[in-house]
């Protein structure tokens, strides 16, 4: 099973600030990885597939890279809306696995 | 538009098996490459997937497997989860998904809390 670590756990940063989320897999998923948000009372939302890929409706301040075992999401410029908890998950490999999720956090 | 629901108990005993019900609309499970999948996220905790049921009848399972079985009726438009031997531990909500043909999670559930006590 591959195991997803994010980083870090919760993240503190004021609205216009820049946002930088880590998941690092234990053994290459390729390009195999999507990132959610999930706010408080709702279901994930699916943002960024395929590593890179903006999902449909997603807003261009949000970024992707990364492959193998590191990515990234990036947040260019936060927005009050933006605070939540996201997670990676990966399909390159099963079972399909999720990280443990960071907290993004007003500061 | 895509949608799905989650039907079932909200409280079910230990050892009590639990069977979820998930009624979707807006797509076909006999269309190419789609799937129908479940995952739960204990209170407070990370999410988890368990099953995936693919338009072929293809199931894929979580390390859960000896205790799930998923289901499809492709003409009520539903997906059954059924998990047996429930503990205290699988209290959690349970999501139902939609995997597109990019194979990602694209659309969710409201998601149903499933609690375990006697």
């Known amino acids: 099973e591959i195991v997803l670590t994010q980083s870090p756990a919760t993240l503190s940063l004021s609205p216009g600030e820049r946002a930088t989320l880590s998941c690092r897999a234990s053994?290459?998923?390729?390009?195999?990885l999507a990132w959610y948000q999930q706010k408080p009372g709702q279901a994930p939302r699916l943002l960024i597939y395929d590593a890179s890929n903006r999902a449909s409706g997603i807003p261009a301040r949000f970024s992707g890279s990364g492959s193998g075992t590191d990515f990234t999401l990036t947040i260019s410029s936060l927005e009050p809306e933006d605070f939540a908890v996201y997670y990676c998950?990966?399909?390159?490999?099963?079972?399909?696995?999720f990280g443990q999720g960071t907290r993004l956090e007003i500061k | 538009q895509i949608t799905l629901k989650e039907s079932g108990p909200t409280l079910v005993k230990p050892t009590q098996t639990l069977t979820l019900t998930c009624t979707f609309s807006g797509f076909s499970l006999s269309t190419s490459e789609v799937g129908v999948g479940w995952i739960r996220q204990p209170p407070g905790k990370a999410l988890e997937w368990l099953a995936l049921i693919y338009w072929d009848d293809d199931k894929r399972y979580s390390p859960l497997k000896s205790r799930l079985t998923v289901t499809k009726d492709t003409s009520k438009n539903q997906v059954v989860l059924t998990m047996t031997n429930m503990d205290p531990v699988d209290t959690a909500t349970y999501y139902c998904?939609?995997?597109?043909?990019?194979?990602?999670?694209?659309?969710w559930g409201q998601g149903t809390l499933v609690t375990v006590s006697s």
């Open positions: 053994q290459s998923v390729s390009s195999s």
């Open positions: 998904i939609h995997r597109n043909k990019l194979r990602y999670f694209d659309y």
């Open positions: 998950q990966q399909r390159g490999n099963w079972p399909i696995t």
